[in-house]
């Protein structure tokens, strides 16, 4: 995953993940057959890692806001502290192979497209349990939200903004607080306050 996200799925060859790993030509071929099925391998394998530390994490928190703020808050943190040189593998592989048909890029879309539809799937639990007002669009709120991690992951990589990823949860807060009930508002502000919590801790453990 890291080869990938750094070089690009393109380049990643048997032959450069043998030279990487220090095992034989022979023994990858074995495994993988050709660089179509290692490549596809490699998407899968990271969309494993993402649910383990994304989508498992938050799994028993209650459904609506609170669950869709557990997900983006375990997406930023994966995104920011996973130590993968191209950043955000989703990112990567997806500007790589948008324009390319194919089965990489059907494993990509694929898996990117369900973890819009989960976040859509909360917004629409959230609609449903009056945390948020129900003239909502529920995937257009979903996309918006999904964009700010995203350009986070973007200006860290490529300009280096050591806050963009606090700006991205700033811009969470913001379109989250356009949208929520009263009822969304007390949940919207305990998140908030568990977040900065758990900031603090943290910070703590590594100072």
Request: contains cysteine; charged residues 30%; proline residues 3%.
């Amino acid at each position: 995953m890291d080869l990938a996200s750094a070089e690009g799925l393109e380049l990643l060859s048997i032959s450069r993940l043998a030279d990487a790993t220090g095992l034989s030509k022979a023994g990858v071929f074995g495994h993988f057959g050709s660089k179509e099925d290692l490549q596809i391998a490699v998407v899968n394998a990271a969309g494993e890692d993402f649910t383990s530390n994304v989508i498992v994490p938050a799994r028993n928190a209650e459904r609506g806001l609170d669950k869709l703020l557990e997900l983006l808050y375990d997406w930023i943190d994966y995104t920011h502290q996973r130590d993968l040189r191209g950043g955000c593998f989703f990112a990567a592989a997806s500007a790589e192979f948008d324009a390319r048909p194919g089965p990489v890029r059907d494993a990509v879309a694929y898996l990117s497209d369900s973890w819009m539809h989960i976040l859509e799937r909360e917004v629409r639990a959230a609609i449903r349990a009056d945390e948020i007002y129900d003239d909502t669009d529920p995937m257009q709120m979903a996309f918006e939200l999904h964009a700010l991690p995203h350009q986070a992951n973007w200006g860290r990589r490529l300009f280096h903004w050591d806050d963009a990823y606090e700006r991205a949860e700033l811009g969470i807060e913001h379109r989250l607080r356009c949208a929520v009930t009263p009822h969304g508002h007390d949940v919207l502000e305990r998140k908030l306050a568990e977040r900065l919590e758990q900031k603090q801790a943290m910070k703590a453990t590594t100072a």
